[in-house]
């Protein structure tokens, strides 16, 4: 599939389960990606993941601890030169 050039999905918690399988998903649908989470290997392995398939994709990694409401902030003022189409909060935890 084509990339809509520029336009990119931003997914928080991207290194595991639901997160992850999204960001492929969206992948899948010729997305650019902000991939967010605290390990950054993980990020890494679903970067590498996604361009195997995908190489035309760009997918930018961003490696922040959201518990940490400063660093939504700054998570959201770094992003600010792209154009984001989706922002996925998915970012969290159960009890
Ligand atoms: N699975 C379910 O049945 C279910 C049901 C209802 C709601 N949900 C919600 O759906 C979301 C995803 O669920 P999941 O099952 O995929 O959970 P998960 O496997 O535990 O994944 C959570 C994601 O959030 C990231 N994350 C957690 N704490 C973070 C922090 N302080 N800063 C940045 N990133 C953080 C984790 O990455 P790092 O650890 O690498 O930071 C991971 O990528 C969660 O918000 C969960 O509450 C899930």
Do not use: C
């Amino acid at each position: 599939m084509v990339q809509e050039t520029g336009k990119y999905t931003v997914i928080t918690g991207a290194s595991s389960d639901i997160g992850y399988e999204a960001a492929k998903a969206f992948a899948q649908r010729g997305k650019n990606l902000v991939i967010t989470a605290r390990r950054k290997d993980r990020l890494e392995m679903l970067k590498q993941e996604i361009l195997g398939k995908h190489p035309d994709l760009d997918i930018v990694i961003r490696s922040t601890d959201l518990s940490v409401p400063e660093n939504a902030y700054l998570l959201y003022e770094g992003l600010k030169s792209y154009e984001i189409e989706t922002w996925v909060n998915n970012a969290g935890f159960g009890n």
